[in-house]
């Protein structure tokens, strides 16, 4: 794989020529600013970037009869909004950066775009940042929702670091990267994975193709797996064969219906790129199958998730766990492990010590705490004289 294949699949490389095949998109250059802002560690949004607080809660219908006043209460919502706002000290801390223009911009696409967007970079969405959403969905109707999804995914941290870490022709010693980085907005459609398909062209053949959420067994998939292979065929090659400029490269398209195929997004030809229901061991060396379409083409390799024994762990669920605990569980970091083990002894010992420590008559007390009896002197000893009564008796 070499950087020219990397860059053609830059979103503001491919969009113009293939716009009237996919969704609408606006493309926002990204000011030098930003990009400082998306390098540093910490998740600290800009002050005015929460314009339209409440849209993705537009569609809940209240009932007058509701029995939570708080859901209508407009002043009390306000006070949770400031209850959640920085406070003055941390704000000294944490400067709030300063984008206006730049928000301006991206509230502008959102408006222009139907209100409801999903962000992306020239390569990759934050789809594994989906665990911070409220709805867990790349949905953004607002700039504040985009920057944390932005600033809380590993993919983009990718695309601006290191885009080109697996390209042969790529000399890491040089510091300055040949892209001119957007945030690009895409008009929002509730995803529907079922009709996800992820297609793999090599040598401007289409060898292969295959379900794209390998986490689930849609059983319709094998039942229309031919009506699949031929919609796909036909759009490959009346809107894309020939166009795209690399003789290999890799497609994700949506079917909804028959008859009926979106593209979604390119990607590189190689090991970046997730083979889904495909090796990057035999990809490269991979042909179409030894079937003859109707059009005397060769018919692309087709995979799909056979059965519900067949599905693979969800993708990005590791992302929403902290590496610590992915480390111990995997046991990739011994130190980790021995600190812990260290920890619970030290836990262990301070228990038996503070036990020690007691004296006989608060170990008593605890004792008769247990077994029900009154705890305290008087009571204790009245109970005693009560017991030397019935004795007596």
């Given at each position: 794989m070499k950087m020219c294949e990397v860059l053609s699949c830059s979103f503001p490389e491919w969009y113009e020529q293939f716009k009237h095949i996919t969704y609408r998109s606006a493309i926002i250059t990204l000011p030098r600013s930003f990009m400082e802002y998306l390098n540093t560690d910490?998740?600290?949004?800009?002050?005015?970037?929460?314009?339209?607080?409440?849209?993705?809660?537009?569609?809940?219908?209240?009932?007058?009869?509701?029995?939570?006043?708080?859901?209508?209460?407009?002043?009390?919502?306000?006070?949770?909004?400031?209850?959640?706002?920085?406070?003055?000290?941390?704000?000294?801390?944490?400067?709030?950066?300063?984008?206006?223009?730049?928000?301006?911009?991206?509230?502008?696409?959102?408006?222009?775009?139907?209100?409801?967007?999903?962000?992306?970079?020239?390569?990759?969405?934050?789809?594994?940042?989906?665990?911070?959403?409220?709805?867990?969905?790349?949905?953004?109707?607002?700039?504040?929702?985009?920057?944390?999804?932005?600033?809380?995914?590993?993919?983009?941290?990718?695309?601006?670091?290191?885009?080109?870490?697996k390209c042969e022709d790529f000399n890491e010693a040089s510091s300055a990267l040949p892209v001119e980085y957007c945030l690009v907005l895409r008009e929002w459609h509730p995803p529907d994975p079922s009709t996800e398909f992820r297609c793999f062209v090599k040598d401007n053949q289409l060898i292969g193709i295959c379900q794209r959420n390998s986490t689930k067994f849609y059983p319709y998939i094998k039942r229309e797996k031919s009506l699949i292979v031929e919609d796909i065929s036909r759009f490959f090659r009346t809107k894309i064969s020939g166009r795209f400029p690399q003789p290999s490269y890799v497609f994700d398209v949506t079917r909804p219906r028959q008859g009926s195929t979106t593209l979604v997004d390119f990607n590189p030809f190689g090991e970046v790129t997730d083979g889904v229901l495909f090796s990057w061991d035999e990809l490269p060396s991979l042909d179409a199958s030894c079937d003859i379409d109707n059009k005397g083409e060769k018919v692309p390799q087709f995979r799909c998730v056979e059965s519900e024994e067949g599905v693979k762990a969800a993708d990005y669920a590791n992302y929403a766990i902290p590496l610590d605990i992915q480390d111990l569980v995997a046991g990739e970091d011994p130190y980790k492990f021995m600190d812990l083990m260290k920890m619970k002894i030290q836990s262990a010992e301070g228990d038996d010590s503070s036990s020690e420590d007691e004296s006989p008559c608060e170990q008593r007390k605890e004792k008769s705490n247990e077994s029900g009896q009154c705890s305290s002197k008087g009571n204790f000893s009245k109970s005693a004289a009560e017991i030397d009564k019935q004795s007596d008796r």
């Open positions: 910490s998740v600290v949004l800009p002050e005015n970037s929460n314009h339209g607080l409440y849209p993705k809660s537009s569609n809940m219908v209240l009932n007058e009869d509701d029995d939570d006043p708080d859901l209508r209460d407009e002043d009390l919502l306000k006070q949770y909004e400031d209850d959640w706002s920085t406070s003055a000290s941390t704000q000294a801390e944490s400067k709030f950066p300063d984008f206006k223009d730049f928000d301006d911009q991206v509230t502008s696409a959102i408006k222009q775009l139907g209100g409801r967007v999903f962000p992306k970079l020239n390569w990759s969405s934050p789809k594994d940042a989906t665990w911070i959403s409220f709805d867990k969905t790349l949905l953004c109707t607002c700039p504040s929702d985009i920057y944390l999804l932005l600033k809380s995914s590993e993919f983009i941290s990718h695309d601006t670091d290191q885009p080109f870490i």
